[in-house]
Nanobody
Framework: DVQLRRLGEGWVQAGGSLRLSCQAS????????AGWFRQAPGKEREFVGS????????NYGDFVKGRFTISRDNAKNTVSLQMNKLNPEDTAVYYC???????????????????WGQGTQVTVSS
């Protein structure tokens, strides 16, 4: 199994940037497809993006529109989410997640991820 630990959270003004990271422990993280999701109050958990184990393929939710970038450092067992041009609609709890080993591609579906971090509050003020 793999455990995911959040690194960083925060508050930022509209138009600003924030970087979230998630560190994995347990089994070798480099074999896991990783993803980021977010959940705003009263809304369902929403796909932000995913990255394959090699980092060669990244997919993003439609709302990202080039503002966010997912990266990973397998040597450090971390996956990061760089968020730029944030707006108040980006306010949510952000979760990192990982699929079961053996899956080579990311997925936008919550049910396809087995391992979850505890969530990080991101607040964007107008």
């Amino acid at each position: 199994d793999v455990q995911l630990r959040r690194l960083g959270e925060g508050w930022v003004q509209a138009g600003g940037s924030l970087r979230l990271s998630c560190q994995a422990s347990g089994r070798t993280f480099s074999s896991y497809v990783a993803g980021w999701f977010r959940q705003a109050p009263g809304k369902e958990r929403e796909f932000v993006g995913s990255i394959t184990w090699s980092g060669s393929t990244r997919n993003y939710g439609d709302f990202v529109k080039g503002r966010f970038t997912i990266s990973r450092d397998n040597a450090k067992n971390t996956v990061s989410l760089q968020m730029n041009k944030l707006n108040p609609e980006d306010t949510a709890v952000y979760y990192c997640a990982a699929r079961e080993p053996g899956y080579g591609l990311g997925s936008p579906l919550v049910k396809d991820y087995r391992y979850w971090g505890q969530g990080t509050q991101v607040t964007v003020s107008s």
